[in-house]
C-alpha cells in the first residue's frame, strides 16, 4: 500500500508544505545566484526518471555558465575552477538542491530513492538494472547518499539503491530522511573533483 500510494501521497505533502515554508529563502538564494555572477538562475540537466526516462532537473546554478555541463562535478580534474564563490556555500549545505522540490510534487522524482543518473552515466545505469533501481521514482536524496555520496564507486552506489529497492518502506524512508539531515549538517560524502574521488575510492566502503 505504501509503495503504490502512500509514498507518493506523502511526496506530494511533504514537497508542497515545503515550498510554501522555503518560498522566501529560496527566493533570496535566486536572486543572490543572479547579482553574484551571469547566467540563469537554475541550471537544467538532463536526468534519467522512473524506467529509465528522461527529464529535466533543476538546481540552483552554483557553477559558471561554460562549464561542462553533462559530466558530474566529481569527475572535474579542477572543480575549483568552475565552481563560484555563492556555489560552494549552496553545493557544501546542499542548498542548490532546493528546486528539485518543483519536481517532485509534478512526479518527476520522490524525496527518498536513488539520486537520478546523468542520461550519459551508462554504468550507473547499467549497475541499477540489476536491482530493479531504475524502476522507481529517483530521489532528492536516498539511501546511497547516506552511506558516501561522491565517495562511492559505482557498483557500490548502484547495490545500496538495490538495497534500497528492497527494504522501501515508510519507516526505512524516514531513516533515509533523518540520516541526510545528518549528512548535511556535517557535509559528509561530497568529493569535489576528479583526484579526490580517485584516492578516496581506494578506501573499501562496501561492508
Given at each position: 500500500m505504501y509503495k503504490k500510494f502512500g509514498k507518493r501521497m506523502l511526496d506530494i505533502i511533504l514537497s508542497a508544505s515545503a515550498l510554501i515554508i522555503l518560498a522566501v529563502p529560496m527566493l533570496m538564494i535566486a536572486v543572490i545566484v543572479k547579482l553574484s555572477s551571469k547566467g540563469p538562475v537554475l541550471f537544467w540537466q538532463k536526468r534519467v526518471g522512473i524506467g529509465k526516462t528522461t527529464f529535466m532537473?533543476?538546481?540552483?546554478?552554483?557553477?559558471?555558465?561554460?562549464?561542462?555541463?553533462?559530466?558530474?562535478?566529481?569527475?572535474?580534474?579542477?572543480?575549483?575552477?568552475?565552481?563560484?564563490?555563492?556555489?560552494?556555500?549552496?553545493?557544501?549545505?546542499?542548498?542548490?538542491?532546493?528546486p528539485q522540490i518543483i519536481t517532485i510534487l509534478i512526479g518527476k522524482m520522490s524525496v527518498i530513492g536513488p539520486r537520478p543518473a546523468l542520461w550519459n552515466q551508462d554504468d550507473l545505469i547499467a549497475?541499477?538494472?540489476?536491482?530493479?533501481?531504475?524502476?522507481?521514482?529517483?530521489?532528492?536524496?536516498?539511501?546511497?547518499?547516506?552511506?558516501?555520496?561522491?565517495?562511492?564507486?559505482?557498483?557500490?552506489?548502484?547495490?545500496?539503491?538495490?538495497?534500497?529497492?528492497?527494504?522501501?518502506?515508510?519507516?526505512?524512508?524516514?531513516?533515509?530522511?533523518?540520516?541526510?539531515?545528518?549528512?548535511?549538517?556535517?557535509?559528509?560524502?561530497?568529493?569535489?573533483?576528479?583526484?579526490?574521488?580517485?584516492?578516496k575510492q581506494k578506501e573499501p566502503v562496501w561492508k
Amino acid at each position: 500500500m505504501y509503495k503504490k500510494f502512500g509514498k507518493r501521497m506523502l511526496d506530494i505533502i511533504l514537497s508542497a508544505s515545503a515550498l510554501i515554508i522555503l518560498a522566501v529563502p529560496m527566493l533570496m538564494i535566486a536572486v543572490i545566484v543572479k547579482l553574484s555572477s551571469k547566467g540563469p538562475v537554475l541550471f537544467w540537466q538532463k536526468r534519467v526518471g522512473i524506467g529509465k526516462t528522461t527529464f529535466m532537473m533543476p538546481k540552483f546554478r552554483s557553477m559558471y555558465t561554460e562549464t561542462p555541463s553533462d559530466m558530474p562535478t566529481h569527475l572535474l580534474k579542477d572543480p575549483s575552477r568552475w565552481i563560484t564563490p555563492v556555489g560552494k556555500v549552496l553545493r557544501r549545505t546542499s542548498l542548490d538542491e532546493l528546486p528539485q522540490i518543483i519536481t517532485i510534487l509534478i512526479g518527476k522524482m520522490s524525496v527518498i530513492g536513488p539520486r537520478p543518473a546523468l542520461w550519459n552515466q551508462d554504468d550507473l545505469i547499467a549497475e541499477r538494472d540489476q536491482y530493479g533501481a531504475n524502476d522507481i521514482r529517483p530521489g532528492l536524496t536516498g539511501w546511497a547518499q547516506i552511506n558516501g555520496r561522491d565517495e562511492l564507486p559505482i557498483e557500490v552506489k548502484a547495490k545500496f539503491d538495490g538495497e534500497y529497492v528492497e527494504k522501501m518502506s515508510f519507516a526505512f524512508d524516514c531513516r533515509c530522511f533523518f540520516g541526510t539531515i545528518g549528512k548535511v549538517l556535517k557535509h559528509d560524502g561530497v568529493v569535489e573533483g576528479a583526484a579526490q574521488t580517485e584516492e578516496k575510492q581506494k578506501e573499501p566502503v562496501w561492508k
